[in-house]
């Protein structure tokens, strides 16, 4: 480091920026905290003193990325004029940014059984953010006379974790395209036992 002046949050940012790049490429256990010293330029005493250990560092880059997602979200969302229509637009949100470049590095640490129950309960909760932009949906359906009353809660736990299935497929092939009319039809079919009834 030069004899400049210390810049805590620039310090905070290039450790996160080069942090990232580097679980995205290699992965959460084949990164170790020399790589990123290495690839920010601040030294491992500044690594620990901001973020603690590796994992800290990884489950707040994980939330950012969700923020993210969230973000992303709310951009498209105002393009839907219907409960039904955000549903379509979700799914195809859901489709094309489930394979985020953290995700192999996080199903890593979840299932590493030497990373702290703390860490890897701070993962499992970012499910929280996608499943509350779910229930929102569900609930302006009920509101506005599109969806029949009935248990949002289930609703929300159900298709949620149909789109969490579906999700797997993403592994299985390069073309995502390929998969619009299988969670356009998982959207279909789950509506049509929603969907209010003419009187």
Not at 123 to 150: N, T, W
Not at 174 to 182: A, F, I, M, N
Request: net charge neutral; glycine share 6%; proline share 3%.
């Amino acid at each position: 480091m030069n004899k400049r002046r210390y810049d805590s949050d620039k310090a905070r940012q290039v450790i996160m920026e080069n942090a990232f790049l580097l679980f995205s490429e290699k992965g959460y256990t084949q990164t170790s905290v020399e790589d990123i010293s290495k690839a920010s330029g601040y030294s491992k005493g500044h690594i620990y003193y901001h973020f603690e250990n590796k994992e800290k560092l990884f489950v707040l880059l994980a939330q950012k990325s969700m923020r993210e997602w969230f973000a992303k979200w709310l951009e498209k969302e105002p393009s839907f004029s219907t409960a039904t229509e955000k549903w379509y637009g979700m799914a195809m949100h859901v489709l094309y940014n489930y394979q985020t470049p953290l995700l192999k590095a996080g199903q890593e640490l979840a299932s590493d059984p030497k990373s702290s129950p703390e860490s890897v309960k701070k993962l499992f909760e970012l499910a929280v953010i996608p499943m509350d932009s779910y229930r929102s949906i569900f609930q302006e359906g009920v509101e506005h006379g599109e969806f029949k009353e009935g248990n949002v809660e289930e609703w929300t736990a159900l298709l949620g974790t149909w789109l969490g299935g579906l999700c797997q497929l993403t592994n299985t092939t390069q073309d995502l395209s390929t998969l619009e009319p299988l969670f356009k039809q998982a959207i279909t079919i789950f509506l049509a036992s929603i969907k209010k009834r003419g009187d």
